[in-house]
């Protein structure tokens, strides 16, 4: 049983297993409502009691849903009406949707949408949906059931997906130093680029590295960082984590090449100075036949990081100078270095004399001073 205001039975796009994003996945579409004009409109579907059943039975997993998304908007994403007011069987329905900021005479929207959950406001039997709103652009309002499939189903299914072969991940790494030598100077061709086994997500180890089909630069960042960030992220959902385009899971591609580096890291033997701490960093050297080496850097200190690079140069250390510290229990240990080192300076004639400043003579008797040394002066010369 399903019904709709004849004003507004217009045609919505068929969403089939799709739901409103890559964590939920519809297993029926209960209603399909188009908002075009007039500013209201009503449906009625009906909820069996075996479904009711099924959604009560599933601790969680099963869930009714509406959510609605605009017209003219390919990618489906939530998105109410602006100042919309859903009610579900004469109850009104608490929606998460944008708010109008008005500012100089204009109307601006500000904010996010959110699915409304309807899975304890629906009876068994017909359930009648309206839904008002103040918005100009056609949107279309949609009630599925919906299964909750979790992170980790998420990144199995990206993980499971068909990758590119190894030869066209060497492929895409030589087109990349390509685009770098066309973008740089005449004459100048990139030597090699660094890549980061830290996820620039969560700057945790890179365990599966993944990038979107749309992006052209080589580094990637970790599939279950992004999948577990993304999941309870309403604003700024699904950006990359290098160049910050819209990466949704279902466009996430996971890069051989650089995942076969990282098998190759992990099972030779730890790199020295590693041993497991997160506080290191594994880089990566790329060259542009695909060949690579590893560099190994510590986030921990500049003073860390000198230790490490000295290590490995011991010869320079050698002949390097020692400099002793001076205790700071000393106070006058500092100032006798530094006369020590001072040049001694020849010492002039008898004649030369030394300009003693008092600094604890203030200026009104320096200054009576100098006029009593200048009238003695004076009265010496008086015959």
Not at 51 to 62: A, I, N, Y
Not at 237 to 246: A, E, H, K, Q
Not at 357 to 362: A, E, M, P, R, Y
């Amino acid at each position: 049983m399903r019904s709709v205001s004849p004003n507004h039975d217009v045609a919505v796009p068929v969403l089939g297993m799709a739901s409103f994003d890559d964590y939920h996945t519809a297993t029926a579409t209960l209603l399909s409502l188009a908002c075009t004009h007039g500013g209201y409109a009503s449906g009625t579907f009906d909820f069996p009691a075996s479904l009711r059943q099924d959604v009560e039975s599933s601790s969680g997993s099963l869930k009714v849903f509406a959510w609605a998304f605009s017209l003219s908007d390919s990618s489906r994403s939530v998105c109410w009406p602006l100042e919309s007011g859903l009610r579900i069987n004469s109850c009104n329905v608490a929606l998460k949707q944008r708010r109008v900021i008005k500012f100089n005479g204009h109307q601006k929207p500000k904010g996010f949408s959110a699915p409304a959950d309807l899975s304890e406001l629906l009876r068994v039997g017909p359930n009648q949906l309206e839904l008002r709103w103040a918005d100009p652009l056609p949107f279309a309002v949609v009630v599925q059931v919906v299964r909750c499939l979790g992170e980790d189903r998420v990144a199995r299914d990206v993980a499971s997906r068909p990758r590119l072969s190894k030869a066209q991940a060497i492929d895409f790494v030589r087109e990349s130093f390509r685009g770098l030598s066309s973008d740089a100077d005449d004459g100048v061709e990139a030597a090699s680029t660094r890549l980061r086994l830290r996820c620039p997500i969560g700057l945790t180890r890179i365990v599966i590295p993944v990038r979107g089909e749309a992006c052209t630069h080589l580094q990637c960042f970790d599939l279950a960082t992004f999948v577990r960030l993304n999941s309870a992220c309403a604003v700024a959902r699904f950006r990359c984590g290098v160049c910050s385009n819209t990466v949704p899971p279902c466009s996430l591609l996971v890069d051989t090449y650089l995942l076969d580096i990282i098998d190759q890291i992990n099972a030779a033997a730890v790199p020295p100075g590693t041993d497991g701490d997160d506080e290191t960093n594994v880089e990566v050297d790329i060259f542009p036949d695909a060949s690579w080496v590893t560099t190994t850097t510590s986030s921990l200190s500049s003073s860390s990081s000198s230790s490490s690079s000295s290590s490995s140069q011991p010869s320079q250390q050698q002949d390097a100078p020692t400099l002793e510290k001076t205790p700071l229990n000393e106070p006058g240990a500092r100032v006798a270095d530094a006369a020590a080192e001072m040049p001694q300076q020849s010492l002039g004639s008898s004649e030369q004399c030394a300009t003693v400043v008092d600094l604890s003579v203030s200026d009104e008797e320096g200054l009576l001073e100098e006029g009593q040394c200048e009238r003695a002066a004076k009265r010496s010369k008086l015959p």
